[in-house]
């Protein structure tokens, strides 16, 4: 495998990514792991391959900074397109990445042969408990109570390939480092879950603190501000088929919720293109 890797990030929530069109490493859970440590590493939130797809332009594997496979990563994804754009020279305004929750197609957004922006189709969001998954009865989880440590909660879960509790309250008042693992690891998520705490700002207006399976708190989460959004249009705080304005640490998403349908706007950012050298020490 190559040993030319990118930093790129979408509102702050960083990923490294490398061209694996040619060569795929051995080990990519156990790369990430290594890579991501912010202290004896590059640093960031995980790693995402970029390879070769029969089906799309080209397939997205993405790794948490512990190590465990995501099927989808709405911040990541758009820096692929960006990736495919800039780096692979596919110079389509339309491209179509695999991953592990299907196609995904992006519109990017381009100035001076630079995307500046990208717009995803995040796909249906999938509320049927069984299928998040999340142990719920009925065919929805809207404003249901979940006691985690030893605090009733109403929650909204919801897929975007990934699972989501989503619980609308103040997410400053939120000890995230301590709750937030509680919630990751609840019975109620039998594959653990990523869970946004969101304070709703106006109409189609929130703001949102994420803390993600595998990663921690991050600066933002794609699908996490794509769960909040239909969250509060089922809680009845934003409109369907409107433009909702998700602020998030490192940044604001816009996402639409229509026809079930989710998808999300945002920018893609460049940081640094560096070298591993393998046998000694990770230089940038």
């Known amino acids: 495998m190559t ?12 990923y490294i990514y490398f061209d694996c069109f040619e060569e795929e490493p051995t080990d990519f859970s156990s790369l990430a792991v290594r890579l991501s440590d912010r202290h004896t590493a590059v640093g960031s939130d995980g790693v995402i391959y970029v390879c070769r797809s029969a089906i799309a332009d080209a397939k997205m594997r993405m790794f948490n900074a512990d190590g465990s496979e995501g099927k989808m990563c709405g911040n990541g994804i758009r820096c692929v397109g960006k990736f495919l754009y800039e780096i692979k020279g596919v110079h389509k ?35 049927r408990p069984a299928f998040i998954p999340a142990r719920f ?40 480092p301590a709750v937030g693992p509680l919630f990751e690891h609840d019975a109620a998520f039998p594959e653990g879950v990523n869970t946004e705490f969101v304070r709703v700002v106006g109409r189609n207006e929130l703001c949102m603190r994420v803390w993600e399976r595998g990663s921690g708190e991050t600066m933002a989460c794609g699908t996490g501000a794509c769960a909040s959004a239909v969250a509060a249009v089922l809680n009845g705080y934003c409109d369907a088929d409107a433009e909702i304005t998700v602020h998030l640490r490192g940044g604001d998403l816009s996402v639409r919720y229509c026809g ?11 940081a640094y293109k560096g ?7 990770d230089r940038a």
């Open 3 to 14: 040993n030319v890797f990118y930093k790129m990030h979408g509102i702050g929530n960083d």
């Open 93 to 127: 305004e339309i491209v179509t990445v695999e991953t592990l929750s299907g196609i995904k197609t992006l519109r990017l957004c381009t100035e001076n042969g630079v995307v500046t922006s990208v717009t995803v189709d995040m796909g249906e969001a999938e509320l």
């Open 137 to 176: 009865s009925g065919d929805r989880a809207v404003g249901v109570p979940l006691s985690v440590g030893g605090v009733t909660y109403d929650v909204t879960c919801v897929s975007m390939g990934n699972p989501h509790c989503v619980v609308f309250l103040d997410p400053e008042t939120v000890d995230l």
């Open 260 to 270: 079930g349908r989710v998808f999300m706007r945002g920018p893609a950012a460049f």
């Open 275 to 281: 070298i591993l050298d393998f046998n000694g020490e």
